[in-house]
């Protein structure tokens, strides 16, 4: 009698099933040469706005919101320093841009119209924050169905690791 429970039991999970989605994700391509001491990676975020907003410091920090632009995201994780407490390191780089996007070119002070910010993540004294990048290059570019991304960069107010990213979303 109880082998008959323990097999309708296991008939009804086994029959228990959710359905199976498949959702079409744009491979992307990663061309930007990671350092060799952590990870990087990119992500593409279609349907979102980048909203840029400062705290009761002054201090600048990004918002994810539902929206019509695409956000593009890349992000530096240094492999942790083994026995310290505060040992992790990453830089985050984030812009948004149009989504039927086929050519863009920006530069220095014109990289705000893209939002592009830099966030240096750390135990870092006075030195950790996102700030706007105001020194740099964007470049934009579809071809055969791919979107070249490709942005040089310097933070003015803070070290960075990260100084060139280009990738390629197909």
Do not use: W
Not at 129 to 138: C, N, P, Q, V
Request: proline share 3%; net charge positive.
């Amino acid at each position: 009698m109880k082998f008959i429970y323990l097999l309708i039991i296991s008939l009804q999970f086994l029959a228990c099933n959710t359905n199976k989605e498949v959702l079409s994700i744009p491979k992307k391509t990663t061309a930007t040469k990671c350092p060799e001491n952590g990870n990087c990676s990119f992500e593409v975020m279609y349907n979102k706005s980048l909203e840029l907003k400062t705290d009761g410091i002054g201090a600048l920090y990004p918002v994810l919101n539902e929206g019509k632009k695409t956000v593009l995201k890349f992000e530096y994780k240094r492999d942790e320093i083994a026995n310290t407490v505060d040992g992790y390191y990453s830089e985050i780089i984030y812009a948004e841009i149009d989504p039927n996007i086929n050519q863009l070119e920006l530069n220095n002070k014109n990289l705000s119209k893209a939002k592009v910010i830099f966030g240096r993540l750390c135990f870092c004294r006075g030195e950790t924050g996102y700030y706007r990048i105001k020194d740099g290059a964007l470049s934009i570019e579809k071809k055969d169905n791919y979107l070249y991304f490709n942005l040089s960069f310097k933070c003015n107010e803070v070290p960075q690791i990260i100084s060139n990213i280009s990738e390629i979303i197909n």
